[in-house]
Nanobody, 123 residues
């Protein structure tokens, strides 16, 4: 099992930046593909970004490509999401995801989620 704790959310103006962190606990963190998802009020949870277990491959939703960067530090058991040029439509609760449920996952792998961190972008 994996426990995930997100941090770094907050209120920013359009055009600003935030860096989200997700600290993971687990015996085999380095073997897990990791991802970020978000969910705005009244909308379904959507994929944002993913990174392979080795950190050598990344994938982004078209809506954030060129603005967001996902990275991981396996030595620290942490995955990051650097968000630049934020837009009001980026406002959502952002969730860290591990193992299953992202583009680098085995379809049968269990899906782990953090508690979420709120990102609000004002216009």
């Amino acid at each position: 099992q994996v426990q995930l704790v997100e941090s770094g959310g907050g209120l920013v103006q359009a055009g600003g930046s935030l860096r989200l962190s997700c600290a993971a606990s687990g015996r085999t963190f380095s073997s897990y593909a990791m991802g970020w998802f978000r969910q705005a009020p009244g909308k379904e949870r959507e994929f944002v970004a993913a990174i392979s277990w080795s950190g050598g491959s990344t994938y982004y939703a078209d809506s954030v490509k060129g603005r967001f960067t996902i990275s991981r530090d396996n030595a620290k058991n942490t995955v990051y999401l650097q968000m630049n040029s934020l837009k009001p439509e980026d406002t959502a609760v952002y969730y860290c995801n591990a193992d299953g449920g992202n583009p680098y996952s085995d379809p049968l792998a269990p899906v782990y989620w953090g508690q979420g961190t709120q990102v609000t972008v004002s216009s």
